[in-house]
């Protein structure tokens, strides 16, 4: 019976596609209007197939075959109370408000660490490039490079760049012989 009418086997899920895509693309020329729906629509889906799972699909030919199943339909029972936790902190969105820094003055210091291992060198000044620009009170930040780089190409790049920097000291670890 299931085997001659196996062609049905992909209209419901084409149909869930269509409808999610549909609503998604409504959602993005009226921001607001999908989310919601979304939500909603996800939930009966995964609830049809959930029903579909439970009544349709758990083995009864022997009993080892029935705990299994009923083992993997715990599973999807446990992953659709998870998604049904993140729909309904996801139910009413965060207006996501600006947030006032303080005065520059008032800023905490920032440390960023950047840890390399074997990384080629222009991939590492790319990096500290980023961190030098950073928007941020320069005084309030100390950059530290952990690199296992041939040091003299690395150190040589802050000074040609006309970027301030400060002396730090330099810690190493000996390297084992290869």
């Known amino acids: ?5 196996w062609q049905w086997m992909f209209v419901y899920p084409a149909v869930v596609l269509a409808i999610m895509e549909t609503l998604w693309i409504v959602s993005r020329k009226r921001p607001g209007f999908g989310h919601r729906t979304a939500i ?8 049809i197939y959930l029903v579909w799972r439970v009544f349709f699909t758990i083995p009864t030919d022997a009993w080892w075959d029935a705990a299994t199943g009923l083992v993997l339909l715990a599973v999807e029972v446990i992953g659709f109370a998870q998604s049904v936790t993140v729909y309904a902190t996801l ?3 965060h207006s996501g408000g600006s947030v006032w820094l303080p005065r520059a003055d008032k800023l905490p210091s ?17 990096t500290i490039a980023g961190a030098v620009s950073m928007r941020y009170p320069r005084d309030a930040v100390r950059i530290f490079v952990c690199t296992t780089a041939d040091e003299t190409k690395c150190v040589s790049w802050p000074s040609n760049t ?3 920097t400060s002396p730090g000291r330099t810690t190493r670890t000996p390297r084992p012989a290869t």
């Open 40 to 47: 909603v629509t996800s939930l009966v889906v995964r609830l």
């Open 1 to 5: 019976m299931i085997l001659q009418n």
């Open 91 to 93: 139910w009413r969105p």
């Open 162 to 164: 006309g970027q301030p």
């Open 110 to 126: 920032v440390d960023v660490f950047i840890a390399t291992y074997n990384e080629p060198v222009s991939m590492l000044r790319m």
